[in-house]
């Protein structure tokens, strides 16, 4: 793991792309890096239910000392491709994949079907669907996590946490709740951080959607507090907690000259979080409690037409946000303490939160990199300024030793005539899920080799070489003369793990 990793505390994270197109060998190897410099030890990932994320992806991370998190944004309703969903958690939990989520918002109106809304026991309805994917989790080794609330929300977030942990009490099987994790959204939307903080213990007079006291309920970064009170109180202890969205928008802040987004508040608040998520004194009450795991700030970087691109950290276009730089920064003067002082947590200053960033004119003479030249104690542990760095990625950028190499050569790898994918598993998925007899049936392909496994026909359409598993019941010959027809090579598995040329 690179030494980088000790920039920051090991419970930060970022948000991975707001969707599922994003995991091919040239994103891991631009984003690897940033995260590493950034301090990252999380990225909170979307996954999809048909298809698996590429095992170098997944491991690139893990080796490189990332820990994903998977989160399936699945509809609220039955799923019956039960079969399917158990291959993709036992690949996963074999590439290092520790923490998985169910669903996205249950207490939103927008996550379900208006029908099934409508109805009562909305609470035991989701567990209904939770527990089966909870209990699958468990069997195949991963941490199974419950779907993050949407904070508020058309059914009351903290009523529906409640309920949902007195149902778990009586419904999980045996050994499933003490492995299970809770997860939360934590923005701050342009409130202190530590609003509410302390919980319905300190802001007792707090009422489901009224206005409150100042500083006084949970819709606020501190929404963790909320939470733990909750777990303490129905089952008498806390519960791990991952943070799978957080921090500061920059529209959460609005320069008042300008009219525009404060992006200078915008960095720092962002970085008040970084430094917090650092353990503080056992007896300091405002500390990030030891059991939120992770908090991954929200968003790493989006696709120009996502609903979600101005609030990337890395867009579309040449320059970063500011709040970039600002995490260089800081985190390669924290970097430098560390070397120096052989500390795990250095002390530092606190960074105050309405404190003034840097301007450029008023930056510290000494940079980290300048050879004999040492920043004093002030300048290692002050937020660092916020300016527009032109100095390019490659140059700016400290290499870092990577596990990418040994999957260039793997069956995931883009082809030699370009195409994305190398090698694809075209799976048939009939009404059940995957067929237990066509997972055997590729066996020995996955011992040797790491293909793309999936079942779609519109991905198969990118790969070089496309293995079809099942007869032409399965998957019809006009669906290979498609394939063939975009240039693939077409290859039929028979059930004794033989290839043949269909």
Request: with cysteine.
């Amino acid at each position: 793991m690179s030494s980088t990793q000790d920039i920051s505390s090991r419970r930060l994270g970022f948000h991975y792309y707001p969707d599922t197109l994003h995991y091919q060998v040239q994103d891991l190897e631009q984003w690897v890096p940033e995260l590493l410099r950034m301090g990252a030890s999380w990225l909170t990932m979307l996954a999809p239910l048909e298809r698996a994320i590429p095992e170098y992806f997944i491991t690139g991370l893990v080796e490189n000392g990332i820990q994903p998190v998977l989160h399936f944004q699945m509809p609220v309703r039955v799923h019956s491709s039960m079969d399917t969903i158990h291959l993709l958690l036992r690949q996963y939990a074999r590439w290092g994949v520790q923490w998985v989520s169910f669903f996205d918002a249950p207490n939103s109106r927008r996550s379900w079907a208006v029908s099934d809304w409508a109805q009562s026991d909305l609470v035991e309805r989701f567990l209904d669907l939770f527990l089966p994917l909870a209990a699958a989790a468990v069997e195949e080794g991963l941490t199974p996590v419950l779907a993050p609330l949407e904070p508020g929300g058309d059914y009351w977030d903290l009523s529906f946490l409640q309920s949902s942990l007195q149902g778990l009490q009586r419904r999980a099987p045996n050994g499933l709740l003490e492995r299970l994790a809770l997860s939360a959204y934590a923005w701050t939307k342009g409130r202190p951080l530590d609003w509410g903080i302390g919980g319905p213990e300190r802001w007792s007079k707090t009422r489901p959607y009224h206005p409150a006291a100042e500083g006084g309920d949970h819709l606020g970064f501190r929404i963790f507090d909320w939470y733990n009170s909750i777990a303490r109180q129905e089952l008498g202890r806390e519960m791990p907690l991952l943070l799978l969205r957080a921090g500061s928008l920059p529209s959460d802040a609005i320069d008042p000259q300008t009219g525009r987004p404060d992006l200078n508040a915008h960095a720092q608040t962002n970085l008040v979080i970084a430094q917090a998520l650092e353990a503080g004194p056992e007896n300091d009450p405002g500390a990030i409690p030891a059991n939120v795991i992770c908090c991954c700030l929200w968003l790493l970087c989006a696709e120009a037409n996502s609903p979600h691109a101005g609030e990337a950290w890395f867009g579309t276009g040449d320059d970063p946000l500011p709040v970039v730089n600002a995490f260089y920064r800081w985190g390669a003067r924290r970097a430098l303490v560390r070397l120096e002082t052989g500390d795990q947590a250095p002390d530092e200053a606190p960074v105050e939160e309405n404190a003034p960033l840097e301007h450029p004119s008023q930056a510290p003479e000494a940079e980290v990199d300048t050879v004999g030249e040492e920043p004093s104690k002030a300048e290692q542990t002050q937020p660092p300024a916020i300016v527009e760095d032109k100095t390019p990625l490659e140059e700016s950028s400290p290499k870092r030793p990577t596990v990418l190499g040994k999957f260039l050569q793997d069956d995931q790898s883009p082809s030699a005539d370009g195409r994305a994918i190398s090698h694809y598993v075209l799976l048939p998925l009939y009404a059940w899920g995957a067929a237990e007899w066509d997972v055997a049936s590729i066996q020995p392909l996955l011992e040797d080799s790491h293909p793309t496994i999936g079942f779609s026909l519109e991905e198969a359409r990118l790969a070089a070489r496309v293995t079809v598993v099942g007869g032409a019941g399965a998957i019809s010959d006009e669906a290979l003369e498609m394939l063939r027809a975009n240039g693939c090579k077409v290859e039929r598995v028979l059930e004794n793990g033989t290839l043949v040329a269909p």
